[in-house]
């Protein structure tokens, strides 16, 4: 057997295979005579068929089981024996077997790229300063006393407001697009919400009971139909009845609803101090996110097309299942499933290069963990709930690969904090980030 290999890229190998006459023909052979104990042939009894009409009659099949065989012999030894490990199923091409000729075939592989940490000291970040906002507090309470509003019967001459919850019927269509026709009765839509494609919630303000009209669309960048973005849409659509909400008065009685509070100004002053909580925290996230960012420019890597698709599949599970608790899907955002990967390849791709430099850095540092840092991790999932911390350490404690999952998570969180306790931080105000990295 003859074995060469040929460096594609960084992550990708062609494996090329050339088996000896020889071995094929004895593999043919083998094959040949297994078929022939077990082949029924009219006028023959059970494995008595001359082996000429064997060869006539199942060349095809003897192909397919004899280069099934020589892949399982060849490929992994040649594998093995060149220190070859893939990160996915090879794709295999061949040339055609035929009996007194050596076969040829190659395997192209994916691997892990070599890994040279050349910079991840002193990088160069950017953090946003945290400023308080009584707004944004005000904003919140606003949003609480919208959940607690009493839905009401619109009056019959009303016209539809942001904020309403119409019934329609209707209609939609794409001009030269005829699969792209959809039909609707009896819709649910909370106008304003934005939860539909863009235009169409806008449209029906001012609309009436009973009122019928035509609401174009633009198809935006995204839809699931990728032929059809930037085209017009048309919703013809029918008002059927709606509802308006009916708020509660902001009172020390609506404070009560929402736990331990005697008075309105109590539940502000709590909410101000879960507000800096959560905002310091996400402006914390976002330094991670950013140092992690920065060692990925500092240190370009190819990765394996492999884990990025696995990484994007995740994702979007990841999306679906956060979606459904909303009772929405990725169709009503103008996605799907090809949509999204196309979108969102290259943050994906950044997330796998971002984990494997980490996991460079904890090797070059010979970072660690100890019991006690698993015993934090634990406490923090469980939330402070000492119930839920027993379940917590027996589950991690009895599944191995989960409890392996969580240490390296603990040792890539441990290898951001290495970054940042090096990293030139440069505090700044939030409009002086770029929107795709607020």
Same mark, same amino acid.
């Given at each position: 057997m003859q074995v060469h290999v040929e460096e594609i890229s960084p992550v990708k190998k062609r494996v090329n295979i050339e088996v000896p006459a020889e071995q094929v023909n004895a593999e043919i052979e083998k094959v040949y005579a297994g078929i022939q104990k077990k082949a029924k042939l009219q006028g023959f009894r059970p494995g008595k068929a001359p082996m000429q009409l064997i060869k006539r009659t199942y060349s095809d099949t003897m192909r397919d089981e004899v280069m099934r065989s020589i892949y399982q012999q060849t490929l992994f030894k040649a594998l093995g024996e060149h220190k070859i490990e893939p990160v996915d199923s090879p794709t295999v091409e061949s040339d055609i077997l035929q009996q007194g000729e050596p076969?040829?075939?190659?395997?192209?592989?994916?691997?892990?790229?070599?890994?040279?940490?050349?910079?991840?000291?002193?990088?160069?970040?950017?953090?946003?300063?945290?400023?308080?906002?009584?707004?944004?507090?005000?904003?919140?309470?606003?949003?609480?006393?919208?959940?607690?509003?009493?839905?009401?019967?619109?009056?019959?001459?009303?016209?539809?407001?942001?904020?309403?919850?119409?019934?329609?019927?209707?209609?939609?269509?794409?001009?030269?697009?005829?699969?792209?026709?959809?039909?609707?009765?009896?819709?649910?839509?909370?106008?304003?919400?934005?939860?539909?494609?863009p235009g169409f919630e806008e449209g029906l303000i001012g609309m009436k009971f009973g009122e019928t009209k035509d609401i174009p669309v633009t198809l935006p960048v995204g839809y699931r139909l990728a032929e059809a973005v930037g085209k017009e849409g048309v919703f013809h659509v029918t008002v059927k009845e709606g509802k308006?909400?009916?708020?509660?008065? @902001?009172? #020390?009685?609506?404070?009560?609803?929402?736990? *331990?509070?005697?008075?309105?100004? %109590? +539940?502000? !002053?709590?909410?101000?101090?879960?507000?800096?909580?959560?905002?310091?925290?996400?402006?914390?996230?976002?330094?991670?996110?950013?140092?992690?960012?920065? @060692?990925? #420019?500092?240190?370009?890597?190819?990765?394996? *097309?492999?884990?990025?698709?696995? %990484? +994007?599949? !995740?994702?979007?599970?990841?999306?679906?299942?956060?979606?459904?608790?909303?009772?929405?899907?990725?169709?009503?955002?103008?996605?799907?499933?090809?949509?999204?990967?196309?979108?969102?390849?290259?943050?994906?791709? *950044?997330?796998?290069?971002?984990?494997? +430099?980490l996991m460079a850095l904890v090797t070059k540092e010979n970072i660690t963990i100890a019991d006690e840092d698993l015993a934090k991790r634990y406490e923090l999932i469980a939330a402070g709930n000492p119930d839920m911390l027993n379940r917590v350490k027996e589950y991690y404690e009895t599944n191995r690969n989960f409890k392996s999952s969580l240490i390296a998570e603990i040792k890539e969180d441990k290898a951001i904090d290495f970054l940042l306790s090096s990293a030139v931080i440069t505090e700044v105000d939030a409009s002086e980030l770029k929107p795709a990295e607020a």
């Amino acid at each position: 057997m003859q074995v060469h290999v040929e460096e594609i890229s960084p992550v990708k190998k062609r494996v090329n295979i050339e088996v000896p006459a020889e071995q094929v023909n004895a593999e043919i052979e083998k094959v040949y005579a297994g078929i022939q104990k077990k082949a029924k042939l009219q006028g023959f009894r059970p494995g008595k068929a001359p082996m000429q009409l064997i060869k006539r009659t199942y060349s095809d099949t003897m192909r397919d089981e004899v280069m099934r065989s020589i892949y399982q012999q060849t490929l992994f030894k040649a594998l093995g024996e060149h220190k070859i490990e893939p990160v996915d199923s090879p794709t295999v091409e061949s040339d055609i077997l035929q009996q007194g000729e050596p076969f040829k075939f190659s395997a192209l592989v994916e691997v892990l790229p070599e890994i040279l940490l050349d910079e991840y000291t002193g990088l160069e970040v950017k953090k946003e300063i945290y400023v308080p906002n009584p707004d944004s507090i005000e904003a919140e309470i606003k949003r609480m006393q919208e959940n607690m509003a009493q839905l009401v019967p619109m009056k019959e001459d009303a016209s539809v407001e942001n904020g309403n919850i119409v019934t329609v019927d209707y209609t939609f269509s794409v001009d030269g697009f005829p699969n792209e026709t959809s039909i609707a009765e009896d819709a649910q839509i909370e106008v304003g919400a934005n939860r539909l494609l863009p235009g169409f919630e806008e449209g029906l303000i001012g609309m009436k009971f009973g009122e019928t009209k035509d609401i174009p669309v633009t198809l935006p960048v995204g839809y699931r139909l990728a032929e059809a973005v930037g085209k017009e849409g048309v919703f013809h659509v029918t008002v059927k009845e709606g509802k308006c909400k009916e708020l509660p008065e @902001l009172d #020390d009685e609506f404070a009560r609803q929402f736990g *331990d509070y005697e008075s309105m100004e %109590q +539940l502000r !002053a709590k909410m101000t101090e879960f507000r800096e909580k959560h905002e310091t925290d996400r402006i914390q996230g976002e330094l991670k996110d950013r140092i992690v960012q920065a @060692l990925i #420019d500092k240190n370009p890597l190819e990765v394996p *097309d492999a884990l990025v698709k696995r %990484q +994007l599949d !995740a994702m979007l599970e990841n999306l679906k299942n956060r979606l459904q608790g909303q009772h929405m899907s990725i169709e009503m955002m103008g996605l799907d499933d090809n949509g999204f990967r196309e979108r969102f390849r290259d943050a994906a791709a *950044d997330k796998v290069r971002g984990g494997m +430099l980490l996991m460079a850095l904890v090797t070059k540092e010979n970072i660690t963990i100890a019991d006690e840092d698993l015993a934090k991790r634990y406490e923090l999932i469980a939330a402070g709930n000492p119930d839920m911390l027993n379940r917590v350490k027996e589950y991690y404690e009895t599944n191995r690969n989960f409890k392996s999952s969580l240490i390296a998570e603990i040792k890539e969180d441990k290898a951001i904090d290495f970054l940042l306790s090096s990293a030139v931080i440069t505090e700044v105000d939030a409009s002086e980030l770029k929107p795709a990295e607020a």
